[in-house]
């Protein structure tokens, strides 16, 4: 194994999980999240960031993009089965049948009050809790350092409205 492999191998055991969270959170699809979370170390492996003392910021960076870009196809081939006239049913995430009903509903709730932020809104919601830097979530949004604390806040402001008062 060369010491590149033994570099990309050392990303993967060290950011895989998160990555993996933070897709299936964004995505709501934890077998996309999957899939992208593989893609993104595959070009960790064929184009390594020239600078590799930050790979998990390069790293999400690639993934977020990977999954505007998985949002942008599905978007296209749902409008042009709407427009075709199809009346073919879209999967959707499989339901787990050990969560108990309320957790579901719940969970459900979040996910929609997800989808209904901006995208640089909900980037920076997840990315957030998974722990980047102010730097780190800026740079990835395009902003600056100072303004990430007060679109946190704003997104969380946004997000409460979107699950309403019984959130509180």
Known sequence: MSGSDRWVTAQVAAHRASLVRYLARYTGDPD????LAQEAFVRLRERPPPDRGEPRRWL???ATNLAR????SARRRAELIAGAGARLPLPGPAPDPAAAPERAEVVGR????????SE?????????????????????VGTTTQSVG????RALDKMAGALGPEAA
């Open 60 to 62: 999400f960076t690639v």
């Open 120 to 140: 640089r809104d909900r980037t920076i919601l997840l990315m957030r809790e998974e722990g980047f830097t102010h730097r780190e979530i800026a740079d990835a």
């Open 32 to 35: 996309l999240a999957e899939d």
């Open 69 to 72: 870009d998985a949002h942008r």
């Open 110 to 117: 979040v996910r929609a009050a997800l989808a209904a932020l």
């Open 150 to 153: 007060t679109l946190i806040a």
